[in-house]
């Protein structure tokens, strides 16, 4: 069975400084990693994703993540953010072989301050 | 590309209604996901279809609800009898065919049961 643990509702940042928003994952076989934004009354939207290689991965808009297979973790990061940036994020693991389905974490609120 | 279309944006249905919502994929796509969202389930997993065909409905509750793909264009999810609990915001994503963890989602179908 696959879970996707995100640990903190809600974080509040102000405009410029750095934020990580956590991840833990529980699954045995090979998976894909990825994090999505929603804004207020939209869908969701692509951030990045990780399956194997490097495990730093870059995505849109200054966003990064890192995989860690000993920690069961999939953190988000970014450097400097944006009052933009304030959405909820949610990460996802989906196996490779079998369904194709996403399994979602309960998503993190990221508010920035200005 | 236009992006996952889906409609209606908003649906206000009275208990025992029947609700169907739309969705046409993003050309070239060939899976397509339903997913219902809500404050206290979150993202819960409905359905895929993939080429057309109806490969993964675990997550679709057993009575009242239903999936279909009649085509490559488009897709709907038709809730029978609707009740209160019905209330949510329904996803719908699609996916090149590999299956890769990386979704494309609609703006959502917020359903309102009186």
């Known amino acids: 069975t696959q879970t996707v643990s995100q640990s903190d509702a809600h974080v509040t940042v102000f405009e410029g400084d750095s934020v990580e928003l956590r991840c833990n994952y529980s699954?045995?076989?090979?998976?894909?990693l990825s994090w999505y934004i929603q804004h207020h009354g939209h869908g969701l939207q692509f951030l990045l994703k990780y399956y194997s290689g490097n495990p730093v991965v870059q995505g849109v808009n200054g966003f990064e993540a890192e995989f860690s297979k000993s920690d069961s973790s999939f953190h988000l990061r970014k450097a400097s953010v944006h009052w933009s940036d304030s959405a909820v994020y949610f990460c996802a693991v989906s196996a490779t072989s079998g369904s194709w389905q996403l399994i979602f974490g309960s998503g993190t609120q990221l508010t920035v301050m200005p | 590309n236009a992006g996952v279309i889906q409609t209606p944006r908003h649906k206000v249905t009275g208990k025992g209604q029947e609700a169907t919502l739309w969705c046409e994929p993003i050309?070239?796509?060939?899976?397509v996901f339903w997913y219902r969202q809500t404050i206290v389930q979150g993202l819960e997993f409905l359905t895929y279809?993939?080429?057309?065909?109806?490969?993964?409905d675990s997550g679709m509750p057993k009575e009242r609800f239903s999936a279909q793909m009649p085509n490559q264009s488009h897709s709907t999810l038709k809730i029978q009898s609707t009740q209160p609990q019905d209330s949510a915001v329904y996803l719908c994503?699609?996916?090149?065919?590999?299956?890769?963890?990386?979704?494309?989602f609609g703006e959502g179908s917020k359903l309102t049961v009186l």
């Open positions: 699954y045995g076989g090979s998976i894909y």
């Open positions: 279809f993939r080429n057309q065909a109806p490969i993964d």
């Open positions: 994503a699609s996916s090149l065919g590999q299956g890769t963890g990386q979704l494309y």
């Open positions: 050309s070239g796509h060939s899976a």
